[in-house]
């Protein structure tokens, strides 16, 4: 004896002992337009994922610069910010010895490139800095931190390309 499956809509027999599903060509053809709209998306999952890094990256150094220029204050010293060779800015007080230590990201190779111009931030007594600037750079991206003669830190994000 057959039993006979019903095939899902009026008027439509299904064929003897088997069960609705997909076929091979079905499911071939699911796996490639899902693989298609993966490869088409990590492109932007890359440059989502960079600029998360470089966004962190300049808080983190915005906040360094803004609590040097606090300690300055408070301390009624002057201060000195520099960049080390790993990645991290350092405050240094008259006496040469490090005051705070921070790294700019986790993974300091997701960042491209540092720079410090001039290699030394300077902020007085009075939270009066010598002027200068932080540049961080991934990508197309870059983050420019400017600190005037006043002790302003304020941040700038640009791109690098069709500028």
Do not use: K
Not at 2 to 17: M, S
Not at 29 to 43: M, P, S, W
Not at 77 to 101: C, F, I, K
């Amino acid at each position: 004896m057959r039993t006979w499956v019903d095939a899902g809509g009026p008027g439509r027999r299904g064929r003897p002992g088997l069960a609705p599903g997909f076929t091979l060509v079905e499911l071939l053809i699911a796996l490639t337009l899902a693989a298609l709209l993966v490869a088409l998306g990590a492109r932007g999952y890359r440059t989502w994922r960079d600029s998360v890094a470089l966004e962190a990256a300049g808080r983190a150094a915005h906040g360094h610069l803004a609590l040097a220029r606090t300690r300055a204050l408070a301390r009624r010293q002057t201060l000195r910010v520099r960049l080390t060779q790993g990645g991290a800015l350092e405050t240094y007080d008259s006496a040469g010895r490090v005051v705070d230590r921070t790294w700019l990201s986790g993974d300091v190779s997701r960042l491209d490139s540092l720079r410090l111009r001039p290699r030394t931030l300077r902020f007085n007594a009075r939270g009066q800095a010598a002027p200068g600037s932080l540049y961080l750079y991934r990508g197309p991206w870059a983050i420019r931190i400017v600190c005037n003669f006043v002790g302003r830190i304020r941040t700038v994000r640009f791109s690098l390309a069709g500028s």
